[in-house]
């Protein structure tokens, strides 16, 4: 039924979502066995809810440990490939900002190392923690490795801290939304570090920090160039005030990388790290397409639906409006109340909300694949919250102006694009980003 009598076919066709319902797919299992008649159609999603509880059994018996799968915050998606890929991307986040903070906080704070567990993974070949397969593989946070380890390195804590950018957001400069943020952390809230591990002072020497795209094409307007003397042993931060802009409302969709380079006063390249940025489209094309009841629905929620709950102290403090617009009038209103929104933030809330509230609105499936984009991409909770009102401030801005427009009519859904990466240039063979790429246009 699911796959036809092939293993093969079934994974292929198995939905890979359903791994992020553990908690209700037994009683969905329950439900669909008690039915009295079943479709075609609903015996084959009680097959893979069925299937997807064994995979998960399967899968925590071979070392893949539950507790990190659900808390990972991987970015459910239906394909295999893309659950492999979802996981990896992931994994690659949570290594680079561990090994980053580890060794900006050995340059300027306590820390003197890492250990780093595991290398690779069992050689049953179970999906575990990791970097490299059983077959010797490297996977994609094997590359957080090669990026960020050098005895010379320059780290920049911003990018790695906010990798998803919004119109207005600096590529790789201090937010002003952190000021005062790291006091009890200033690896965290430096601009740039520069660290010398070696038993030679580095004098003369220079850092170049940039953005690019997938093909390595510069934006010029990034580059900054910066001289810096490391003595031996020891290193330095560094502020960079305006230096590389910010991202501009015109700037293609998709994944962009930062690159911060230092050479010896010979020009000698010493070491160059990397930063994977992605941009969500913010036109939002796709809203043109949906008609005045389906836009309001967004912002303003569908009938009988409530708005976000804030707790404080054990109970509710403020019930906010349905949709996105209640959610961030609710913020806003929250905000003002003085009402602590830590547990709020760190919790993921606006999150867990958010998304079963959009689910099944028409137009939704970009809004929440962005969003699933935010939550997965960025590590820090705080970040996360701020980048997602942000972007549902965005969303609502947009979709007011096209209710705004007497006379409008839904646009036609535009055309299929072809997949970025077969477009352009060939991406570097060693370790290529696992995400959406840049497509450059003449």
């Not at 093969?8 to 939905?15: E, H, M």
């Not at 990018?159 to 790291?182: C, H, I, Q, Y």
């Not at 001289?227 to 330095?236: E, I, N, R, W, Y």
Request: net charge negative; hydrophobic share 45%; with cysteine.
């Amino acid at each position: 039924m699911l796959g036809r009598g092939s293993w093969s076919r079934a994974l292929k066709a198995f939905d890979w979502s359903l791994l992020w319902d553990l908690g209700d797919l037994g009683e969905r299992i329950r439900r669909a066995e008690l039915a009295p008649v079943a479709p075609p159609a609903a015996e084959s999603d009680l097959v893979s809810m069925k299937l997807a509880v064994l995979l998960l059994d399967v899968l925590h018996y071979g070392g893949f440990k539950g507790e990190n799968f659900w808390f990972g915050l991987w970015k459910p998606v239906s394909s295999l490939e893309g659950f492999v890929a979802s996981g990896q991307n992931r994994q690659y986040r949570l290594h680079k900002d561990a090994i980053e903070h580890y060794l900006n906080a050995g340059v300027v704070g306590p820390i003197v190392g890492y250990f780093s567990f595991m290398f690779r993974d069992a050689d049953w070949e179970a999906p575990t923690w990791g970097v490299v397969d059983a077959a010797w593989t490297p996977k994609k946070a094997f590359r957080a490795y090669l990026e960020s380890n050098h005895a010379v390195r320059v780290t920049l804590p911003h990018a790695l801290r906010a990798p998803v950018k919004l119109p207005g957001d600096p590529w790789f400069g201090a937010d002003a939304n952190d000021g005062g943020s790291f006091a009890d952390a200033p690896w965290a809230g430096a601009e740039m570090i520069v660290a010398n591990d070696t038993a030679e002072d580095l004098l003369g020497a220079s850092v170049t920090v940039w953005v690019e795209d997938a093909t390595g094409a510069r934006l010029d307007s990034t580059e900054h160039r910066q001289p810096v003397d490391v003595p031996a042993g020891s290193g330095l931060t560094c502020v960079l005030g305006a230096a590389g802009g910010s991202v501009t409302g015109d700037i293609a969709a998709g994944t962009w990388f930062v690159r911060a380079q230092i050479c010896s006063a010979g020009d000698e390249v010493l070491s160059t790290n990397g930063y994977e940025v992605v941009v969500p489209d913010t036109t939002f094309p796709w809203l043109a397409g949906l008609s005045a009841p389906a836009l309001e629905a967004l912002v303003d929620g569908g009938p009988g639906v409530e708005g976000f709950h804030y707790w404080h102290g054990g109970a509710v403090t403020h019930r906010a409006h349905a949709g996105m617009r209640g959610l961030l009038a609710g913020w806003s209103q929250v905000e003002s109340r003085g009402i602590d929104l830590y547990d709020t933030v760190q919790g993921e809330h606006l999150f867990r909300h958010l998304l079963p509230e959009l689910a099944g609105h028409a137009g939704a499936d970009r809004l929440l694949d962005d969003i699933w984009t935010i939550r997965s991409e960025v590590v820090s909770p705080a970040v996360k919250a701020r980048t997602l009102l942000r972007y549902v401030e965005l969303v609502v801005r947009r979709a007011e102006a096209l209710l705004a427009t007497k006379g409008r009519r839904p646009s036609r859904a535009p055309r299929p694009v072809a997949d970025a990466a077969s477009h352009g240039a060939p991406l570097a063979p060693l370790f290529p980003a696992v995400g959406r790429d840049v497509r450059r246009h003449p």
